[in-house]
């Protein structure tokens, strides 16, 4: 049966091996090419975003044109009804009608040259909108792919990481209440590592070697019993 400092030490390691895979966790290559392919979608978001604002910046220039097209329209044609059908006999009030008949024939000709450089203007918009689309239905799918791989890599080192735990739990309860209580104080403050071995005279958690005097007492105490690193504070064991 292991003495509580052995199975101390042993809570140490396995609490080391749940670190490392906790970072392996986070640093799955899959997960570096998820966040990858998610990135360009944001990015791609953003690109189409503007394109669609400057789209709609257009739509809307243009339709006011054909607005106005339209309103010039109508008011022709209803000069035209009144010049042509008799309604107007005064040659001064008719020359006036077909002077802003020719007005509004020459603004409608100007909205007309507007409303296709508008156009022009789109197509170009209208052709990156579309390879956006296309582009984003590809990185739709990869990042699909992406995010089953990882699925599948995590559940792996999550079923590592449940087996350690559970006999990570199993140690901890063959190491005393208070024991385990201070353990639990220095690995939180020191890096995750509470307990370290005692190699030679040099503590395995901060590399450093002990005073001779220091290594005198460890050698000294009764079995079981356990002393903090003079150096780090890390509970040593030996």
């Known amino acids: 049966m ?4 052995e199975a101390l030490i042993g809570l140490q390691d ?12 986070e640093t799955l290559p899959e997960r570096a090419a998820f966040n990858k392919f998610r990135q360009s979608l944001r990015a791609l978001d953003v690109v189409v975003s503007e394109l669609r604002s400057r789209r709609e910046a257009l739509g ?8 106005e097209i339209e309103a010039a329209t109508k008011r022709i044609d209803a000069i035209e009804k009144r010049l042509y ?3 107007v006999s005064a040659s001064r009030e008719l020359q006036a009608m077909s002077a802003e008949v020719e007005h509004l024939r020459a603004r409608r000709s100007d909205l007309e040259d507007q409303e296709l450089e508008v156009m022009e203007q789109g197509e170009p918009l209208d052709a990156e909108l579309r390879a956006a689309a296309e582009q984003h239905a590809q990185l739709d799918a990869d990042l699909a792919g992406a995010a089953s791989a990882l699925g599948a890599a995590e559940a792996l080192v999550d079923e590592q990481i449940s087996h350690q735990a559970g006999e990570r739990a199993r ?6 209440a208070a024991l385990l209580a201070e353990y639990e104080r220095l690995r939180s403050r020191l890096g995750g590592q509470g307990a370290a071995r005692l190699v030679g005279d040099s503590c395995s958690g901060c590399h450093l070697r002990l005073s001779a005097v220091a290594i005198d007492d460890i050698r000294r105490l009764p ?6 690193c003079e150096q780090c504070g890390r509970i040593l064991v030996h």
Request: aromatic share 2%.
């Open 2 to 5: 292991s003495t509580p400092l």
């Open 14 to 25: 396995h609490d080391t091996l749940l670190d490392q895979l906790s970072h392996r966790r």
């Open 60 to 67: 809307a220039e243009q339709r006011g044109i054909e607005d």
């Open 85 to 87: 059908g008799g309604e």
């Open 171 to 176: 140690l901890a309860e063959a190491v005393p």
């Open 223 to 228: 079995p079981g019993s356990f002393v903090n």
